[in-house]
C-alpha cells in the first residue's frame, strides 16, 4: 500500500465542501437581518482602524497590515454571502473600541472572535463553516507579534455525550484522517527541530491525540468501524532540516483546518459543531506559529479550513 499523500486526505472533504453552497440556495428568504451583515461590517471597521495603525506606527506597520488584508478579506467573504441572500439590512452597529492603536486593534480583534463564533452553531451549514473560518482567521491574528492577543484557548477537545448522527460519519473520517497524519507529521518532525521546540512539539501531539482519540469514540458510538493510521504520510515537501520542519507542521495545521470545516458544513448537531469548531480554532493558532517559526507570510491564513488554504 502506498503512503497516502495530503491530497488523497483532503479529497473527499474538498469534494463535499464544493457541494455546499449550492445546498446552502435552496433555503428559503427570511425577512429576519442577516447575521453576518454585522460580522461584514464590523471587518470593515476593522481593516479601517489597522490601516490608521499602519499609518501613524512605523513600528506596528507590518503587523497592522496584515491585521488589515484579514479582516478585508473577512468583510469580502461574509458581504458576498450576504448579498447571496439579500435579506434585510441589521440596526445594530460595530463595536468601536475603546482604546487607540495595537490595544485597540487587539480589542477589536477580540470582540470580532467572540461575535463569529456565538453564531456559529444556529447558522446554515454552509455559513457556519464560513463563520467558523472567520472564527479561525481572527483566532490566527492573535497569534501574530506580540499585542494582539494571546486571546482565548479553545479548550481540549472532547466527544460529546450524545451519539453523532449517521451522517456525519463521513466527515468525522475525514477528520480522524487528517489527525491521523499530523501525528505522524509530529513524530517525523521531532528529529529535525532543535530543543526550543520539544515542548511546541509535545504540546501539538497530545492536542491531536486528544482529538483522534475524540473522533474515535464518536465514530464508534455511531456504530461506525474507526479508520486507522496509515503507515506512513507524504509531505508536501521534503523535510530536511528545522525550517521545512516548521512549515510541514504548519501545513498540517491547515490541512486539520480544514477536515474540521468540512465537518461543521455536513452536520447540523450542536454538539459535534461545538467539537469542530474548537479543533479549527485550535489549529489556526497552533498553525500561525508554526508559519512564523518558518519565516512565512502572511504569518496567520485569513480562512483557516479553506480547501486552497
Known amino acids: 500500500m502506498r503512503p497516502r499523500t495530503r491530497r488523497d486526505v483532503l479529497r473527499a472533504s474538498a469534494l463535499a465542501a464544493l457541494a455546499v453552497p449550492l445546498a446552502a440556495c435552496q433555503t428559503g428568504y427570511s ?36 491585521y488589515s488584508a484579514a479582516r478585508t478579506a473577512h468583510a469580502r467573504a461574509l458581504q458576498s454571502e450576504v448579498d447571496r ?8 452597529q460595530p463595536v468601536v473600541a475603546a482604546q487607540q492603536g495595537m490595544a485597540g486593534l487587539k480589542q477589536r480583534l477580540a ?13 446554515p451549514r454552509y455559513r457556519a463553516g464560513l463563520v467558523a473560518a472567520v472564527a479561525g482567521g481572527c483566532a490566527g491574528l492573535q497569534q501574530v507579534g506580540s499585542n494582539l492577543g494571546p486571546g482565548t484557548d479553545p479548550g481540549q477537545v472532547s466527544a460529546p455525550s450524545s451519539a453523532v ?14 489527525e491521523h497524519a499530523a501525528l505522524w507529521i509530529y513524530g517525523l518532525v521531532s528529529a529535525f527541530l532543535p530543543d526550543a ?9 497530545a492536542e491531536h491525540q486528544d482529538r ?4 474515535v469514540r464518536m ?3 455511531a456504530g461506525v468501524e474507526p479508520e486507522v493510521a496509515e503507515p506512513a504520510y507524504i509531505t508536501p515537501k521534503p523535510v530536511t532540516d528545522a525550517t521545512s520542519a516548521k512549515s510541514v507542521v504548519a501545513t498540517a495545521e491547515a490541512d486539520a483546518a480544514t477536515a474540521w470545516r468540512g465537518v461543521l458544513e455536513q452536520t447540523d448537531d450542536a454538539a459535534l459543531r461545538a467539537v469542530a469548531l474548537k479543533a479549527l480554532l485550535a489549529s489556526a493558532r ?23 488554504s
Open 219 to 221: 465514530l464508534t458510538a
Open 165 to 178: 448522527p449517521p451522517e456525519s460519519a463521513g466527515p468525522l473520517q475525514q477528520a480522524l484522517s487528517a
Open 111 to 123: 470582540t470580532a472572535r467572540a461575535q463569529a463564533e456565538a453564531l456559529v452553531g444556529g447558522l
Open 286 to 308: 497552533r498553525g500561525t506559529r508554526w508559519r512564523e517559526a518558518a519565516g512565512e507570510h502572511p504569518v496567520a491564513i485569513v480562512l483557516p479550513g479553506s480547501a486552497q
Open 85 to 92: 441572500l439579500n435579506r434585510p439590512k441589521s440596526t445594530a
Open 31 to 66: 425577512d429576519e437581518p442577516d447575521p453576518l451583515a454585522l460580522l461584514a461590517e464590523q471587518a470593515r471597521a476593522d481593516a479601517a482602524a489597522a490601516d490608521a495603525v499602519a499609518a501613524s506606527s512605523s513600528a506596528d506597520a507590518a503587523v497592522a497590515r496584515e
Open 197 to 205: 521546540y520539544t515542548a511546541g512539539v509535545a504540546e501539538g501531539t
Open 212 to 215: 483522534r482519540d475524540a473522533c
